[in-house]
Nanobody
Framework: EVQLVESGGGLVQAGGSLRLSCAAS????????IGWFRQAPGKEREGVSC????????YYADSVKGRFTISSDNAKNTVYLQMNSLKPEDTAVYYC????????????????WGQGTQVTVSS
């Protein structure tokens, strides 16, 4: 059974940090790209960052460049999203997802999704 389980969300003040984790199981981790997406109330789900578990290539949305860092521990089948200098506009439910088609911002290419973890940044 394929599973993606996010953890690490919570409430933090503006300027603070959180580290999200995405633990994957049930598929060959090295063959997939993992993406982090977020969805704020009333808004569409958007891409935040993604990483190729194979070669480690990373990509970031402009809104998080320089503040967020994605990394992968292939031995643990886990992808992390280190979020620093958090802003109130980062408040959203954060999802991780897996794509066998490589790194992409297209949600439809991600066949597996986690249940999401809430991140709330207070001003």
């Amino acid at each position: 059974e394929v599973q993606l389980v996010e953890s690490g969300g919570g409430l933090v003040q503006a300027g603070g940090s959180l580290r999200l984790s995405c633990a994957a199981s049930g598929f060959t981790f090295d063959d997939y790209a993992i993406g982090w997406f977020r969805q704020a109330p009333g808004k569409e789900r958007e891409g935040v960052s993604c990483i190729s578990s194979g070669d480690g290539s990373t990509y970031y949305a402009d809104s998080v460049k320089g503040r967020f860092t994605i990394s992968s521990d292939n031995a643990k089948n886990t992808v992390y999203l280190q979020m620093n200098s958090l802003k109130p506009e980062d408040t959203a439910v954060y999802y991780c997802a897996a794509s066998r088609y490589g790194t992409s911002w297209y949600l439809s290419l991600y066949g597996y999704w986690g249940q999401g973890t809430q991140v709330t940044v207070s001003s």
